[in-house]
């Protein structure tokens, strides 16, 4: 079993900034989280949820939604099990539930963090 917390959404203004954190843990001691490829997915109200950013088990490699690309950046330090996505220039389109998602023989899901981009 997988543990994903989210943490860091909130009201900005449009244009602001946010930091989205998600912090994983394991149920034994060889839980690895180099092991599990991990993405930040987002749901709007009526929508259905959306890839927003994906990366690789060693970081090396990322994908964005063509509609935050040059404005989100994913990342994560394995050393801490921590998974990020930092969100700049944000839009009211951006509004939604953030979830982190990793995956590797499973899939685990956190439960999300809110982010409203408003003025």
């Known amino acids: 079993q997988v543990q994903l917390v989210e943490s860091g959404g909130g009201l900005v203004q449009p244009g602001g900034s946010l930091r989205l954190s998600c912090a994983a843990s394991g149920s034994t001691s060889r839980f690895t989280f180099s092991n599990f490829a991990a993405t930040w997915r987002r749901q709007a109200p009526g929508k259905e949820r959306e890839l927003v950013a994906a990366?690789?088990?060693?970081?090396?490699?990322?994908n964005y939604a063509d509609s935050v690309k040059g404005r989100f950046t994913i990342s994560r330090d394995n050393t801490k099990n921590m998974l990020y996505l930092q969100m700049n220039s944000l839009k009211p389109e951006d509004t939604g539930v953030y979830y982190c998602?990793?995956?590797?023989?499973?899939?685990?899901w956190g439960r999300g963090t809110q982010v409203t981009v408003s003025s």
């Open positions: 990366i690789t088990g060693g970081g090396d490699s990322t």
């Open positions: 998602n990793v995956w590797s023989t499973f899939e685990y």
